[in-house]
T-cell receptor, first 111, second 117 residues
Framework: KQEVTQIPAALSVPEGENLVLNCSFT??????LQWFRQDPGKGLTSLLL?????REQTSGRLNASLDKSSGRSTLYIAASQPGDSATYLC??????????FGAGTQVVVTP | NAGVMQNPRHLVRRRGQEARLRCSPM?????VYWYRQLPEEGLKFMVY????????ESGMPKERFSAEFPKEGPSILRIQQVVRGDSAAYFC???????????????FGEGSRLTVL
């Protein structure tokens, strides 16, 4: 049974520091891995998707890596800003559309 | 608006009543998914539908819950005889067809928050 773990559960950094968020999964036979952002009381915003054949994806200040063999993904956010404060969710899929989510990392960026 | 649209955003029901949650997928998307986020818990898959078909309902509770995605109109998640434990945020997501050219990326709506009194 797949288990998705996100560490740390919460993180507070001063503005300008780089953020490193970790996601691990126990079953490496994944179809893809997706990172989301969730603001309080809001929906999920898709940040990056890494297909199982890829090693990383980049979008602006965000970079996500995937190491299937070790069951790990890392989301890097460069030069953090207060607007990056949110909960970040990692989700893996074994089949189309059926995601298994981690519990999330709650991030606070202080001005 | 090109995003996934859910309504109502907030719904209050008394125990025993019915709740109906609606979801319109992104333009061009024909596949819809429902997820539930219980208080202090992570998001859990409920059901995967395409037009007029249920593809995977392995995450749906066996009783009181049903979902449909008719040929015309939005997808509906229906909860009969609601209980307090049904209080949660229900999220709908949509995607393109599963083909080799598509990545399987899901796009989520803002959610419908159900409170059962």
């Amino acid at each position: 049974k797949q288990e998705v773990t996100q560490i740390p559960a919460a993180l507070s950094v001063p503005e300008g520091e780089n953020l490193v968020l970790n996601c691990s999964f126990t079953d490496s036979a994944i179809y893809n891995l997706q990172w989301f952002r969730q603001d309080p009381g809001k929906g999920l915003t898709s940040l990056l998707l890494i297909q199982s054949s890829q090693r990383e994806q980049t979008s602006g200040r965000l970079n996500a890596s995937l190491d299937k063999s070790s069951g790990r993904s890392t989301l890097y956010i460069a030069a953090s800003q207060p607007g990056d404060s949110a909960t970040y969710l990692c989700a893996v899929s074994h089949s189309w559309g059926k995601l298994q989510f981690g519990a999330g990392t709650q991030v606070v960026v202080t001005p | 608006n090109a995003g996934v649209m859910q309504n109502p955003r907030h719904l209050v029901r008394r125990r025993g009543q019915e709740a109906r949650l609606r979801c319109s997928p992104m333009k061009g998307h024909s596949h819809v998914y429902w997820y539930r986020q219980l208080p202090e818990e992570g998001l859990k898959f409920m059901v995967y539908l395409q037009k007029e078909n249920i593809i995977d309902e392995s995450g749906m509770p066996k009783e009181r819950f049903s979902a449909e995605f008719p040929k015309e109109g939005p997808s509906i998640l229906r909860i009969q005889q609601v209980v307090r434990g049904d209080s949660a945020a229900y999220f709908c997501a949509s995607s393109l067809e599963p083909t080799a050219a598509n990545t399987g990326e899901l796009f989520f709506g803002e959610g419908s928050r159900l409170t059962v009194l």
